[in-house]
């Protein structure tokens, strides 16, 4: 019986535990934009010189304000 009863307080402790860190996680989130790459690279098959290549890359803002892309840098 007091084998149960202490899992029993190990299960609860844990309960509010991760309960309070899902309360909290909003405290600690990142403030302002964040930008995020689903797909971060990308592998171009091998063409000939001059060929053009296109692929789109997608950027989702994950933050709380406006997320501006001013320059870009292939390569």
């Known amino acids: 019986m007091r084998l149960k009863t202490l899992f029993s307080s190990i299960y609860s402790m844990l309960l509010v535990f991760i309960l309070a860190s899902f309360?909290?996680?909003?405290?600690?989130?990142?403030?302002g934009p964040v930008a995020f790459f689903p797909e971060p690279r990308y592998a171009f098959e091998e063409t000939l010189e001059g060929k053009e290549l296109l692929h789109d890359f997608v950027i989702m803002?994950?933050?709380?304000?406006?997320?501006?892309?001013?320059?870009v840098n292939p390569g």
């Open 61 to 71: 803002n994950k933050g709380d304000s406006t997320l501006e892309v001013k320059k």
């Open 23 to 31: 309360s909290f996680a909003d405290d600690v989130a990142p403030k």
